[in-house]
């Protein structure tokens, strides 16, 4: 069943959204070449326990940071850990936090100069997927059609969207229905209504959009090498239109 959030839920929400985004934009300070991401993990658990929140990932299934931090090839779950940071990577920072008993959660990626002309595409359109995907959480919309926006505009540059990890509901728990996928189906899915809270997450590749895990059990990388770009916010659908949880100007 899908939990449609009433007023009082949305500020709750709201708050734990705009906590996630400042914890976020403590950790995207940090990222230089030469830096490791167990660094960045370090300066994400101590905001987040700063503001009073709790790490939502760290425990969860047994992963054991508060973060989840991948470079290049990694599409997500990366572990932080004493790798550094080097000129030409795209580094996906992945953050969660529960706050009086309410979830965010909400990733980025970015790169770090000089960077490859096709990883600076990778980054630009991974990002406008997930804008063109928040368009759509509008009442009456279907679900489907949030993922059809976003994979339509990822091919339309010649990348891949994965199909092994998507979005999701969230609320009173880090993970609810619905899944949001960021590729279309013949099915559009649940019609969207006032109320329902989606974490909208694209994770696109520079080719196949295959996925391998490895021997750490956590770490998604693509099959073939190729790069992944992952950015990610939590969106309330409204009578008013798409309300980014994540986003300080909402």
């Known amino acids: 069943m899908i939990a449609c959030r ?3 839920e949305l500020e709750k929400l709201r708050a734990a959204g705009l906590l996630v985004a400042d914890v976020l934009d403590r950790v995207v300070e940090r990222v230089a070449a030469g830096v490791t991401t167990l660094e960045l993990e370090r300066v994400a658990e101590q905001r987040i326990r700063e503001l009073g929140a709790r790490p939502a990932f760290k425990g969860y299934r047994g992963y054991p940071c508060a973060s989840c931090i991948s470079i ?7 572990i932080p850990s004493e790798r550094k940071l080097a000129p030409g990577d795209i580094v996906s920072i992945d953050i969660g936090v529960e706050l009086d008993g309410y979830y965010s959660d909400v990733a980025t990626s970015v790169g770090i100069e000089p960077l490859a002309p ?27 059609d949030i993922s059809q926006a976003v994979q339509e505009h990822v091919e339309r540059y010649g990348f891949s969207v994965v199909r092994e990890f998507v979005g999701h509901g969230i609320g009173t728990q880090l993970h609810e229905e619905p899944q ?13 209504r006032p109320g329902m809270v989606l974490a909208i ?26 790069c992944a770009a992952h950015f990610e916010h939590c969106v309330a659908v409204t009578e008013n239109g798409p309300w980014i949880l994540t986003a300080p100007e909402g």
């Not at 290049?72 to 990366?78: A, T, Y």
């Not at 997927?129 to 009456?140: T, V, W």
């Open 118 to 144: 096709e990883r600076e595409t990778l980054l630009r359109v991974t990002r406008e997927a997930l804008y063109h995907g928040i368009e759509q959480a509008r009442p009456d919309h279907f679900l489907g």
């Open 180 to 192: 949001v996928p960021n590729y279309a189906s013949p099915v559009r899915g649940p019609k969207l």
């Open 201 to 226: 997450e694209p994770m696109v590749t520079t080719g196949s959009p295959e996925v391998k895990i490895r021997a750490d059990r956590w770490t998604a990388v693509t099959a073939d090498g190729g």
């Open 72 to 78: 290049n090839e990694e599409i997500v779950h990366g």
């Open 6 to 8: 009433d007023g009082v």
